[in-house]
T-cell receptor
Framework: GAVVSQHPSRVICKSGTSVKIECRSL??????MFWYRQFPKQSLMLMAT?????????EQGVEKDKFLINHASLTLSTLTVTSAHPEDSSFYIC??????????FGPGTRLTVL | GDSVTQMEGPVTLSEEAFLTINCTYT??????LFWYVQYPGEGLQLLLK?????DKGSNKGFEATYRKETTSFHLEKGSVQVSDSAVYFC?????????????FGTGTQLKVEL
């Protein structure tokens, strides 16, 4: 399967600042990447589908101006949490879509907003 | 819409015990079914998958059979190890309409003790 990396693995920031999380597909050219958010002891919630060279498709209830997604190349998608607040603290996970049904996940980024 | 229901955890077993984690689904089309595993502090890893009725997915001693008549995809392992302690997520993708969006269950935590 595809190998996916995320950077950073952990980040702590102050309230009001912006944080960028990178998701890289290391061995597969990914036209589609997905961004998820996971709260403690809960399932993954799909935030948006990132398409290379076009705008991301956001799920209902996800603020596109707060969670900026850029998928400028076939190996890199970024998620920027703008003006972060403590309620944005979470585990953010990206995945790469391979074939029509299988996704391979990155190791996740733990965001803590103070 | 599509949904996945998993048994609630945590499930606590002794090493070498038999494991079953129940998973049922509802889908409007003909989904592909997955089990993902999440070890502490890590992202999700694909454990196994099945794409059509009566298919059996297997990996690392784990098995699950796609049962269309009961809309189930229960995960089993004959003899668990301490290293199997993790959270297990059942998921589906309904590719009938060309979609590739994963729908996850809430996850079941497995604890294996010596």
């Amino acid at each position: 399967g595809a190998v996916v990396s995320q950077h950073p693995s952990r980040v702590i920031c102050k309230s009001g600042t912006s944080v960028k999380i990178e998701c890289r597909s290391l061995d597969f050219q990914a036209t589609t990447m997905f961004w998820y958010r996971q709260f403690p002891k809960q399932s993954l919630m799909l935030m948006a589908t990132s398409n290379e060279g076009s705008k991301a498709t956001y799920e209902q209830g996800v603020e596109k101006d707060k969670f900026l997604i850029n998928h400028a190349s076939l190996t890199l998608s970024t998620l920027t949490v703008t003006s972060a607040h403590p309620e944005d603290s979470s585990f953010y996970i990206c995945s790469v879509g391979q074939n029509t049904d299988t996704q391979y996940f990155g190791p996740g980024t733990r965001l803590t907003v103070l | 819409g599509d949904s996945v229901t998993q048994m609630e955890g945590p499930v606590t077993l002794s090493e070498e015990a038999f494991l079953t984690i129940n998973c049922t689904y509802t889908a409007t089309g003909y989904p592909s079914l997955f089990w993902y595993v999440q070890y502490p502090g890590e992202g999700l890893q694909l454990l196994l998958k099945a794409t059509k009725a009566d298919d059996k997915g297997s990996n690392k001693g784990f098995e699950a059979t796609y049962r269309k008549e009961t809309t189930s995809f229960h995960l089993e392992k004959g003899s668990v190890q301490v290293s199997d302690s993790a959270v297990y997520f059942c998921a589906l993708v309904d590719v009938t309409g060309g979609g590739n969006k994963l729908t996850f269950g809430t996850g079941t935590q497995l604890k294996v003790e010596l």
